[in-house]
């Protein structure tokens, strides 16, 4: 039997020094509001995460993804 992939939707997202993570819709709403192309990572998050989970769900989800993917999250 074939797997069905997971839907996902993405976010754009940006990485503070203390470990903070800011959440944006799309890249362009990120430097409208000031965020660094350069520093700006894409997320791939889960539909059901993104569509019912909250605020502090989808940060904690992002901030598990970019510390798997890029090692450890940046120290105070």
Do not use: C
């Not at 605020?55 to 510390?67: K, P, T």
């Amino acid at each position: 039997m074939e797997e069905i992939p997971e839907e996902k939707d993405i976010l754009f997202v940006t990485l503070a020094k203390d470990g903070a993570v800011t959440l944006y819709a799309d890249e362009e709403w990120a430097i409208e509001r000031g965020a660094d192309p350069s520093q700006l990572h894409m997320v791939e998050v889960p539909r059901e995460l993104y569509s019912k989970g909250t605020i502090q769900e989808l940060r904690e989800y992002v901030a598990s993804y970019l510390e798997n993917q890029h090692g450890q999250l940046p120290q105070t």
